[in-house]
């Protein structure tokens, strides 16, 4: 019975913390991961600021529909960036949507309709009703400010930009769990200090100490987190604004009524692991060439992308979408997955390198526990007792 309820709490704190993680990473990437909130009360009473809600990303919920709530990429709203509306209407230019609390329309101010390509999550609506996580992004704020300040100091006081932005993050993580692995270490010597000092106490158990199976876990999460980081953050929607025009121009979005012109599209591979690339048009008027760009370390390549005029004279918006994979997959399997859905390729890359690093340490250091332990002659714990060693496993 203690053994479940302590897992019980385990779970519920690592749930939390997971939690928190997940948003504070989502601000840091500028893409919702898993959890989202609302800074504003345009969403009143639905939402009000400071509340949260699960986010399931656009390509998982499909196509929105009117009475969705949705968080997009605005252009125009509070100088652009994410914003989390309801779905109103949708026309051939696009959804119409408007926060709850506001009289009119985000399109009857300057946001033009809002196209798929610029909704990145739809809020979990369980009954037709959103799913609200009071004050839980008002934490969330708190915790990322804490984690830029430190950043930041730290930043300044090691001279470098490495431990800054969603990479710096990564790196502090994993200095906690060290710092953890270290406090767990110092427990459980001053455990046996106690036990030391103690004639009758009956020793060390043999289970005392963290499972080693724990910090394996760990920091195969962590990889996972840094991977998944390394695939969403670098891709994602560019616009192109198009005008179809009565006259030839030297500007290539500038185009002549029915006709078309090309612009350069760079890609690069900025990280050590071999990268592949997919671009896709994610509107009409718009094609680009290749598909797909396998780059290794530090290669750079121009794609080509051609954008139409309709034979009617205005502006008009062109969108493609980027979506990167680390190349640990071969290639027949990866173009298979992305043909299923372009998530999956990251669940696979993420249970590959997540499964594979478990599955290593489990075989280096075993499936014991992490503890302090003293040897003596007679297997007591009070004689011999000057040597201390740090065992992995219970043999």
Not at 235 to 264: C, I, K, L, M, N
Not at 295 to 322: I, S, W
Not at 345 to 363: E, K, M, N, Q, T
Request: charge should be neutral; avoid cysteine.
């Amino acid at each position: 019975m203690v053994s479940a309820r302590r897992a019980f709490v385990v779970g519920g704190e690592l749930l939390v913390v997971a939690a928190v993680l997940s948003l504070v990473i989502g601000q840091f990437l500028g893409q919702p991961v898993l959890l989202a909130f609302v800074e504003t009360g345009s969403m009143s009473p639905t939402m009000e600021p400071g509340d949260g809600f699960v986010a399931i990303p656009a390509q998982l919920a499909g196509t929105p529909a009117e009475g969705d709530v949705v968080t997009f990429r605005a252009e125009e709203i509070q100088g652009g960036g994410l914003t989390t509306h309801r779905v109103v209407d949708e026309t051939k230019q696009g959804y119409v949507t408007r926060g709850d609390a506001n009289p009119f329309t985000d399109q009857d101010g300057d946001e033009p309709p809002v196209k798929d390509a610029q909704i990145v999550a739809v809020a979990w609506a369980p009954g037709g009703d959103v799913l609200v996580i009071p004050n839980l992004g008002t934490a969330v704020l708190a915790v990322q400010r804490v984690l830029e300040t430190v950043q930041r100091n730290l930043a300044a006081l090691l001279g470098s930009r490495s431990v800054l932005g969603p990479t710096g993050l990564g790196y502090l993580f994993a200095g906690a769990m060290g710092l953890l692995y270290v406090l767990d270490l110092l427990r459980e010597t001053g455990r046996i200090q106690k036990a030391k000092a103690e004639p009758d106490h009956p020793g060390v158990r043999r289970d005392s100490g963290t499972d080693v199976r724990l910090y394996v876990a760990a920091f195969a999460l962590l990889l996972v987190g840094g991977a998944t980081a390394a695939m969403v953050a670098p891709g994602g929607t560019q616009e192109y604004g198009v005008v179809s025009a009565e006259f030839d121009s030297e500007r290539p979005t500038v185009v002549p009524s029915g006709e078309s012109d090309t612009v350069p599209y760079p890609v690069a591979n900025g990280g050590f692991v071999p990268t592949v690339i997919y671009l896709d048009p994610a509107s009409e008027g718009i094609e680009i060439e290749p598909r797909r760009v396998r780059l290794g370390r530090g290669e750079r390549v121009n794609a080509t992308v051609t954008l139409h005029a309709p034979p009617e004279t205005g502006y008009y918006r062109r969108f493609l979408v980027e979506r990167r994979y680390l190349a640990l997959l071969p290639p027949g399997v990866l173009d298979s997955l992305y043909r299923l859905h372009p998530w999956a390729p990251v669940v696979a890359i993420d249970v590959v390198l997540g499964g594979g690093f478990y599955l290593l340490g489990r075989a280096l250091v075993g499936t014991g526990r992490v503890r302090v332990r003293r040897r003596s002659r007679d297997g007591g714990s009070s004689l011999g007792g000057s040597i201390r060693r740090l065992l992995y496993g219970g043999r």
